[in-house]
């Protein structure tokens, strides 16, 4: 895939109340492409995964699941396998040593499966092993009696009341969210269009499976070494199922191969820790990849039902929404979801009246709960298909439309927050409105020359076209969400950073239990550990449960809150640094700076300490814990109140060419505009752009997990399709830095958006080119050869 770079476009500068420190390129600082400590290992194969974790002494674990998506245990008998050579250990739900059921929101997921399965794929039972050819074989020998029962497989089924409760005593509904601005009695106008809009289930489909190492510990807890987003959640987990209190429970994060949320979750971390204590020996367990498919959630399939109101001027009036979504056998983060598909159902517009239902479901289907967008991602496809219905019902262009109702800052949300940050909707419009069809002009200045590319035209190499009956089509997307947790939760994050002297010279060390699941942190908080304390070298510590939570590496938070923690840490040991020289010189410490080369400067800039070795006779070190601005949770009946801390906006243009003889679509280019508030990393920007960007092309046309009664029957990338470097077409980026006030730098989350407007906009795009509705995504052959149009 290749990018066309573009300038960085400040549009507000920061604050003065937060000034901050710059380094320059050379020193790698803030607002500069420094180099990933772990890019150069992971390029050359180097890079330690958790895959790749070994232990004198290991065993292997193995998981032994259910066939079936709902049915009665009638027996386990493990007795065979617990008989075979080699094989160590064999556990049970009745082995589990403490609470019986876990989850990250709600504890409603058994360790073990004990008389009901859920889902297909569900745990039953563990075994431990000498090598993982045994361990699998045992898990083959185990003999599981099941009695079969008719799973629930459809979301509006199981909350209308017909369908069995599948959790004794609290229904199908895991929740349901109502918001309601505006006047209710309001709901009419002069041009209305209605539509149904349907997402499928959606993988993470990280390159890294499940995988993981404990080691009982000579105190009777464990040590776990793991590939996880949110340490410390799942370290109070494991403690409570293994009876333990969270001291005896110690998270080391283990290299991660991709998360995308999937790893917010527990997978095998408690069976691994189950297996280490009672075998007194290391258990390495590491999931296959079509055992990855059953041991995480994955995104939300939804349903949506929408109706706009506008004025014949294109003055949106009010809009109703019904949203169903379906979690899965277990809630996971579920009840999240379904708020952010509710508070951002209706899109970046000014809305002045609004009916919004929002409902999750408990099925027989694998568990849903984050992946990147977190119910935005559904309701993005919804809101822009509508805003072209009505674009099209006004004979309007449907990016006039959506700037004439355009958000900005101090607009509201349906919950009637006011926004107010930065929300410039309208310019991202107009920028990707604007962006040159570079790639799409050399392509057809290629075919004018006889010189046809087949890789470049719908099918590609497979032959399919020379390009006759293919049409061309050019559609729109934007979108926003929340940074950071919201409705309340104590949202934080802890960082200690430690000065000290060194062989040669003084080091920066930076602890956190933040996790790096790929997406550049660890970089990000080297160049603010070098621009806020430019005295030496800064080293970035493992990520463990030794320090205070991180909090997840979910909601584009981590910049932003870690990043924060980072920040606000050093400012307190270079304050205590400049105490020091200002007792040792016998002068006010007002008068003392730090300088960017590493020294102490007074006030008129000349040196007065050059060697800061005395200054740290004793090491400084300073913890601490940073939080946001509060936020509250949502009133039950209104759905009103100011849930959120920051908005991010991004939108997409795509332009596609699609064979209408056989459905065939090629994505031909992508030009996309975000405001991320401050450019950290400007190379490692553009690489989450283009990251979120795939993941919207894979929704739009080929990702969806096929589950069919309940069981998935793609559980493979040979059948899950995602998007590679010849599906992907180019992708060029306009970045706006409107900085925050109250954030770090002025930071925005990033990793979020790009998958937002990315979806609709190719969808837009198939639609503009063969005039079918497409009404689903992802887009299949048939949704476009045998449409009605």
Wanted: proline content about 6%; glycine content about 10%; some cysteine.
């Amino acid at each position: 895939m290749s990018t066309t770079r573009t300038k960085l476009v400040p549009q507000q500068p920061l604050t003065p109340a937060e000034p901050h420190r710059r380094s320059d390129a050379r020193d790698g600082g803030v607002g500069t492409s420094a180099r990933r400590p772990d890019g150069i290992p992971k390029v050359k194969g180097e890079f330690a995964y958790s895959s790749d974790l070994w232990a004198e002494g290991m065993l292997w674990g193995a998981t032994v699941r259910s066939p079936h998506p709902y049915a009665r245990i009638v027996k386990i008998d493990l007795t065979r396998a617990a008989a075979m050579e080699g094989v160590r250990c064999v556990l049970t739900h009745s082995d589990v040593p403490g609470r019986a059921n876990f989850g990250m929101e709600h504890a409603d997921q058994p360790v073990l499966a004990g008389d009901i399965v859920r889902y297909h794929g569900e745990p039953v039972a563990i075994v431990a092993a000498d090598d993982p050819e045994t361990a699998r074989r045992a898990v083959e020998a185990a003999v599981v009696e099941y009695e079969v029962l008719d799973p629930v497989v459809d979301a509006e089924l199981a909350i209308s009341g017909a369908a069995p409760e599948l959790h004794a005593g609290t229904g199908n509904i895991t929740r349901h969210v109502r918001i309601q601005c505006g006047d209710a009695t309001a709901m009419r106008a002069p041009v209305v269009v209605t539509g149904s809009y349907e997402v499928g289930m959606q993988d993470q489909a990280f390159l890294g499976p499940e995988s993981g190492l404990a080691i009982p510990a000579e105190d009777g807890g464990v040590d776990l070494y793991v590939a996880t987003q949110w340490m410390h959640v799942d370290r109070d987990q494991v403690a409570a199922s293994l009876g333990m209190t969270p001291d005896m429970v110690r998270l080391t994060l283990a290299g991660v191969g991709g998360a995308f949320g999937a790893r917010e979750d527990i997978s095998m971390q408690i069976h691994a820790s189950m297996l280490a204590l009672a075998t007194k020996r290391p258990i390495k367990m590491s999931y296959s990849r079509e055992e990855s498919f059953f041991g995480h959630v994955h995104r939300h399939p939804a349903k949506m039902e929408y109706e706009h109101g506008a004025t014949a001027d294109g003055d949106l009036v009010y809009v109703k929404v019904r949203v169903v979504l379906d979690g899965g056998a277990y809630a996971s983060s579920s009840t999240a979801v379904a708020s952010n598909a509710a508070r951002f159902a209706l899109g970046p517009y000014e809305v002045p009246n609004a009916i919004i239902n929002s409902t999750v479901a408990y099925t027989n289907n694998p568990p849903c709960g984050a992946m990147r967008g977190f119910g935005a991602v559904q309701v993005a496809v919804g809101h822009e298909a509508q805003m072209d219905k009505l674009a099209a019902a006004l004979d309007m262009h449907p990016i006039d439309l959506r700037i004439r109702n355009a958000m900005s800052e101090g607009s509201r949300m349906p919950t009637g927050q006011v926004i107010h940050n930065p929300a410039p909707v309208r310019e991202l419009l107009e920028s990707v409105r604007d962006a040159p069809h570079r790639e799409v002009a050399e392509a057809d200045e290629r075919m004018l020359d006889g010189a046809i590319d087949i890789r470049t035209l719908p099918g590609g190499a497979a032959n399919t076209t020379h390009g006759e009956g293919v049409r061309r089509g050019v559609g729109y997307g934007v979108g926003f969400k929340n940074v950071g947790f919201a409705e309340g939760f104590d949202d934080h994050s802890t960082a200690r950073v430690t000065l000290a002297r060194g062989v040669d010279g003084p080091i920066v060390s930076v602890h956190t239990a933040a996790s790096e699941v790929g997406q550049g942190l660890v970089t990000v908080l080297m160049q603010i550990a070098r621009t806020e304390l430019p005295c030496g070298e800064a080293i970035v510590l493992p990520a463990d449960t030794q320090v205070g939570s991180a909090g997840s590496s979910s909601a584009s938070r981590q910049t932003y809150m870690t990043g924060g923690a980072v920040k606000q840490a050093c400012e307190l040991v270079r304050a205590e640094l400049l105490e020091r020289a200002a007792t040792q010189l016998d002068t006010p410490v007002g008068h003392l700076e730090l300088a960017a080369n590493g020294t102490v400067c007074d006030a008129t800039g000349a040196v007065v300490v050059e060697d800061l070795s005395a200054l740290l006779a004793e090491p400084i070190s300073i913890e601490r814990e940073y939080r946001h601005r509060p936020t509250f949770p949502l009133d039950p009946e209104t759905g009103q109140g100011d849930a959120d801390v920051q908005f991010a906006f991004a939108a997409h243009r795509a332009t596609v060419d699609v064979d209408t003889e056989l459905g065939i679509v090629r994505v031909l280019d992508m030009a996309t505009a975000q405001d991320v508030g401050k450019a950290m990393n400007p190379q490692q920007l553009e690489g989450q752009i283009e990251g979120g960007t795939s993941h919207g092309v894979g929704l739009a046309l080929m990702e969806e997990i096929q589950v069919v009664g309940g069981k998935v029957r793609n559980p493979s990338f040979t059948d899950y399709l995602i998007p590679t470097i010849l599906d992907m077409p180019t992708v060029q980026m306009e970045i706006l830095e409107l900085g925050d006030p109250e954030a770090p730098y002025g930071v925005r989350g990033v990793g979020e958006p790009p998958s937002i407007s990315s979806t609709p906009a190719v969808a837009a795009a198939v639609r503009a080119a063969t005039n079918a509705p497409i009404t689903r995504v992802p887009i299949r052959p048939d949704d476009v050869v045998f449409a009605e149009v």
